[in-house]
């Protein structure tokens, strides 16, 4: 094992160990790791030089779909919500997707937005199916038949969350080390070349928006069963340009950027908040000042430091 493996197996290892330490603090890493999950799916079109300024679209349809799906389908099995909400929305990216990526640079971006808000008056506005600004509450998931407490649920939750952190990120990491990843990045390379390699853009760009969907909707799924209740602001912009910034803080050389850049900024953002309540727009624009300055690869790249890793030849670039 190299010592990048064994910090990454550090990191995990601090992960499960926290909550028992500090047992305030699992709730805010839980919806960490959900809008991390969300920041990967941004940073897989930040590979491709694609802006998205709309994934927030898909981080509520994978909480307004665990809603649904706990309410008004009776499904109870936190397995289950989590892998149709999933699939939700990996099939509304898909359609999407299916427009959106034949544009490049401000106009994807801009698009993306304006279905987002879309797609967020639409929540807001129909009453009679989404609750509108009341939201839809979630009621506490079954794990394999067991009803369980909301305490013990949200604790085993927080370890699901952290084992598809492992597992979805080494899937995504084989995924960009395949050639179809390799021809994610082509396309901001040199997508002209790769057409005269007889590789479909359109369609590497879909097959990559159709996963990075899928990714913030499991993190909205996994958000909606932890704070168990959905509103409309999960589909509002500035949930979207969140996820962005976490994953250029985080750095997207790697898959850990964007998990790194979530559990900073909540826990940076929730100490802030509670030591220093007048204070903490100032002290998280601070931090975040730091962080870009010194740390251009983002906290990603502490991790490189770290490891001694220097040769960083063929990574994507934003």
Request: aromatic share 12%.
């Amino acid at each position: 094992m190299t010592r990048f493996h064994t910090i990454l197996a550090g990191g995990v290892v601090a992960m499960m160990l926290a909550p028992l330490a500090f047992p305030s603090i699992q709730f805010v890493l839980t919806i960490a790791m959900a809008k991390g999950f969300a920041a990967l799916g941004v940073a897989l079109l930040l590979r491709a030089g694609l802006i998205s300024l709309g994934h927030a679209m898909f981080f509520a349809a994978g909480a307004y779909g665990a809603a649904f799906l706990a309410t008004r389908l009776g499904v109870t099995d936190i397995v289950l919500i989590l892998l149709a909400s999933t699939v939700l929305a990996a099939v509304v990216g898909l359609i999407v997707g299916m427009f959106l990526v034949r544009y490049r640079a401000i106009f994807f971006a801009m698009l993306n937005l304006a279905v987002s808000m879309v797609a967020y008056a639409l929540v807001s506005k129909l009453y009679g199916i989404t609750g509108g600004t009341d939201g839809i509450g979630v009621p506490v998931p079954t794990a394999f038949g067991f009803e369980l407490e909301k305490a013990a649920f949200d604790t085993l939750l927080y370890y699901i969350a952290l084992l598809l952190v492992v597992v979805v990120g080494f899937v995504v990491h084989r995924y960009l080390h395949s050639p179809l990843g390799h021809a994610l990045s082509a396309v901001h390379t040199n997508e002209v070349r790769l057409e005269y390699l007889g590789v479909s853009a359109w369609s590497v760009l879909l097959v990559g928006y159709g996963l990075s969907a899928a990714l913030a909707g499991l993190g909205g799924a996994i958000a909606a069963t932890s704070i168990g209740h959905v509103l409309p602001e999960y589909a509002f912009w500035t949930e979207s340009g969140h996820f962005v910034l976490t994953a250029v803080l985080g750095g997207i050389a790697g898959i850990a950027g964007p998990f790194l850049g979530s559990v900073f900024l909540e826990v940076v953002h929730t100490a802030a908040v509670g030591y220093f309540a007048e204070a903490w727009n100032m002290i998280v624009g601070v931090t975040l000042l730091v962080v870009i300055f010194f740390l251009p690869r983002g906290l990603f790249g502490l991790v490189e430091k770290l490891s001694g890793i220097k040769d960083h030849k063929g990574e994507p670039k934003l």
